[in-house]
């Protein structure tokens, strides 16, 4: 496991996009171009985009858009060299905080059929399965799954986590 004062978590700017992109590609089988993440950072209202360094290095990213008391998870990924350490939770309990402080309620994202290990992360952080998109990725045809957490509760994030540069 990352120690928690090693990991921090920023707003994504375009300057980061490159090692975004690295990443993305390593994730991903069919990735997101550079023009969708300059469109959702720099024309997007409803989008809010961090990554996750340590030591400057960038281990991960997600993004998300917040409208009224949603939030939606568009994506997020660790770096395959740094997974399966707590780095995938930390930014998804970042994710809760902001969204709140966004005025969010509750979260949805789609995931994979196929992708376990996220599944059982996010069932692990209160998500629950509400419904298919059938043939939602067009790269495979595979199916996604709809998971919602409805109560991004109240709690205050917890300090020794991550470190806040905002």
Partial sequence: MISADRLVISKMTT???DEVLAIERQSYPTPWSRNAFTSELTSNLYAHYFTARIDGTLVGYFGMWVFFDEAHITNIAVDPRFRRQGI???MLRFAFSKARELGATKMTLEV???NHGAQNLYRKLGFQDR???KGYYSDTNEDAIIM???DLGPESPEEDEVKWMM
């Fill in 88 to 90: 995938g939770e930390r």
């Fill in 112 to 114: 994979r059929l196929s």
């Fill in 131 to 133: 419904g298919i998109r």
């Fill in 148 to 150: 919602w957490k409805d």
């Fill in 15 to 17: 300057k980061d996009i």
